[in-house]
């Protein structure tokens, strides 16, 4: 069984039809990448699995669960963590105290002090800025602490809602090798991208949206070599 | 892998739920200390400061305990809610409705009687906290449906509420006024008899400085507690970024809301406090106006600062205090000092720090550290 599991999700915001019967699936330690243009329907796709949208159709299932009514704040209790679009960082609040609110359900003093020593050594340009307030972080810095934050809830399912968007290329870079790294270690990971290069290049399986809807799914590999893809989304043509 | 996998979902859910009564810190260490503190502001500082002084501290700790409510919704969650003094209203009207039957139908006069926590100020003791639950249950009534959803809805529905009940107050019947009319009837009928646009009259006098401060007292230590526990963090993250607050796990609906109903709590015992100050307690002096005046002390102060509150309070209660000899304009010297401290200092006096928290405060505790340790 897949540990997530999209089958026919429509999603309207009052009489726009974001989402039509996307259906897709993410198995345990999978890295999968959901790419599209600008207005596609990504976010909405990550909204409504952690709860932030409710499907007007359509299942979402977490580890065989149906999630259809769970409250957001319980999803993110089953280990399901989404990093928001925008970063959505808490700006006027330290970086100490975002990465305190990641770790909101969480009781276990000690291995929450361990996985936020594990988190600042991936980011070590967040360590040095604890205290500073958030807002005033570089973009990139802003998108680590988001990620950061995200690992500090413990999740098994990471959604990353384009951690590139805005970001010069070196950034970009780093941060897709911790991606990378965070994955390696065992967490099942969805990235939401408009940077098809990139994405392409971490994930292990891909899907393709257009206008709310699922156009072209299969492994990353075999879609960076697809025509349509190329021309489309990576800027390559012949 | 399925049945491992299955058991974690409703496993983390259960167990790591925010227990409630850990959160909000219930236990009796702040009412005893609060008693204390009121004692001696009672006592030795009522006295100190002579008659005139301790009628606008009075007021100003009436402020303090409507202001600091408000705060709890308006600056720590962020939720703008304009209809405090509809709780304020709700709150006087239950207060002086068990105070002043009672007292007719116990004691047969409407005037104070019993000494220090005698019968009559347990009585107005009861009063406060009738008021208050009675706030408290509006304020699930009308916090719950706006609060659910993300937005600014509760802004309007508490525009709504207040209005309401101003005017229902309004509307009420004609209050008996000897002691055979409030024999006659029961406490059930006399439930719709607060006045009407009159207001409800010869309240007995019963606030003074130890039942205003002992509130004062109980709310600041609550609310400081608050502030600093893992539930008052929650509340400011949701000030912050609902979605980013909503996607660390945090309940905000159950935040805002429990937020909402402390709030008006509070303010039903402030309403308690006036009425039974003033005398008279009328439903067109606690309309919009009184709503948006205590908004103005929060956003003076600094929006989910405690010390902020208590000094925006201070201020906007004293101030108008000494321009009292220019009468007409003191109105005018009031609006400008609020144009120029929301010029000077956009966030409010404090922001959201408290006074301990800002950069002067430490430089004067270390300037005087160090002055002891040269003197030494
Ligand atoms: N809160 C909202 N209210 C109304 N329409 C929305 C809202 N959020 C997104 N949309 C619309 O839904 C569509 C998909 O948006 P989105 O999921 O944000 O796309 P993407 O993340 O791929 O850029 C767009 O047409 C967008 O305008
Ligand atoms: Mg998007």
Redesign the pocket.
Known sequence: MAMLELDGVDVH??G?H?LRGVSLKVEAGEVVTLI??????????LRAISGLVRPTKGKVRFDGKDLTGVPAHQIVASGLVHAP?GRGIFSNMTVEENLDLGAFLRHDKTAVAKDREHALTLFPRLRERLAQNAGTLSGGEQQMLAIARALLSRPRLLLLDEPSLGLAPQIVATIFKIVRTIAAEGTTILL?EQNAHMALGVASRAYV?EV?EIVLQGPAAQLAKDDKIRKAYLGIHD | MSDRAGKTLSERVGALRPNPVVNTGLSLAPFVVAFALAMVVDTVVGPLVGATWTEILLDVGIAILLAGSLNVVNGYAGQFSLGHAGFMLLGGYAAAWLTFYGSMKFFGTWEPVGGFLGSGQLLFLGGCMLGGLVAAVFGVVVGLPSLRLRGDYLAIVTLGFGEIARVLGQITARQPKNVEQVAERSWWDLADNLGGAEGFSQIPNYTRLFFVYLFVFILLILAYRLKYSSKGRALLAVRENEIAAEAMGIDTTRAKVSAFVMSAFFAGIGGALYAHRVGVLKPTELGFQKSIDLVIIVVIGGMGSITGVVLGAAILVILPELFREFSEYRMIAYALALVAVMLLRPQGIMGVKELWETSWWRKGVARLRGGKRGGA
Do not use: D, H, P
């Open positions: 915001y009052g726009i974001a599209g243009a600008n207005g596609a329907g990504k976010t909405t796709t679009e939401v949206l709310g």
